[in-house]
């Protein structure tokens, strides 16, 4: 199982395009999801804006904290932000700019389980329809869930496993 979370999304679709054989199953993580030939600026429009703040042109900073209840990718326990704060760094541009290509019919078939973090979101940011036939689980909280509901994201994880076991 490969897991993609956020812009992890665009890279997960690409592993299973090259090695579609060694991937049993894909999980979305409220991941961008991306069709052939697409970028991450076709999938979330408003990343355009983050490029367009690009430091020395080639380098996005981190996102800046919001007020609550929004936080930080929607955390906001003071211990929980000082640690985040600390791990995060800047992101290349190209990596937004450069697309993906997904046109091998065996990626096409691999299963996928998109997760949704539900809870509050910044403006600007969408969400494509599933697909049918993916049934879509959800989490009550913002963008990382894995640092504000990490057990139930991992009882997510393992259902989206078994499942897998079970086709």
Do not use: N
């Not at 076709?42 to 904290?65: C, F, H, N, S, Y």
């Amino acid at each position: 199982m490969l897991v993609g979370h956020s812009y992890a999304g665009m890279v997960i679709s690409g592993v299973a395009h090259r090695v579609p054989k060694r991937i049993a199953h894909l999980v979305f993580l409220d991941a961008m999801v991306p069709e052939d030939g697409e970028t991450a600026v076709d999938v979330q429009p408003i990343t355009k804006q983050l490029i367009d703040l690009a430091v020395d042109g080639w380098r996005i900073p981190p996102m800046p904290e919001q007020p609550p209840p929004l936080g930080l990718f929607g955390v906001t326990d003071p211990d929980d932000l000082a640690w985040l704060r600390s791990m995060l760094s800047d992101q290349p541009v190209r990596c937004l700019q450069e697309p993906v290509r997904l046109d091998d019919p065996a990626a096409r078939a691999i299963p996928r389980t998109p997760i949704h973090c539900v809870g509050r979101r910044p403006a600007g940011i969408t969400r494509r329809p599933v697909p049918a036939g993916e049934r879509v689980r959800e989490l009550p909280t913002g963008h990382d869930c894995m640092i504000t509901m990490p057990a139930e994201l991992t009882g997510l994880l393992l259902e989206a496993w078994a499942a897998r076991s079970d086709r």
